[in-house]
């Protein structure tokens, strides 16, 4: 019988009942678990989080435009200006390569850190 299941009788719901806590055995092991995880990929994700929600809320052809109005941006630019923002453009999808990294399989890490790369570059070679 779980707990909660709406039937009467168990001693879970009894000791719950007189308020002797929830009554499945090793409930409270939980504890240790609600200790702040505070690795850098954590702070990034609290970080990045609004803007990913932003991001998701949106049509799915609005993070898609501003990608690629970024790229068309920086290229036609080129210059100082330019390289900006291609380095702005790289740094979206550096933030969002490295929140979906663990999700994603070997082939698909691959052709990001490609994309990632030439998009760096492009923007350095604005800069000589």
Do not use: N
Not at 88 to 94: F, R, T
């Amino acid at each position: 019988m779980a707990c909660g299941d709406g039937q009467t009788g168990g001693l879970g719901q009894r000791q719950a009942a007189l308020g002797l806590g929830h009554g499945e055995a090793r409930h409270d092991d939980h504890r240790w678990q609600a200790r702040a995880v505070t690795t850098p990929r954590r702070r990034l994700e609290l970080r990045i989080g609004p803007l990913v929600v932003l991001l998701a809320r949106l049509p799915r052809i609005v993070p898609f435009l501003i990608v690629f109005g970024l790229l068309i941006g920086g290229l036609l630019l080129q210059g100082v200006a330019g390289a900006l923002v291609l380095l702005a453009l790289s740094s979206l999808l550096a933030g969002l390569l490295f929140l979906a990294w663990p999700a994603l399989p070997p082939q698909a890490r691959v052709v990001r850190v490609i994309v990632l790369a030439v998009v760096v570059l492009r923007a350095v070679s604005f800069l000589r």
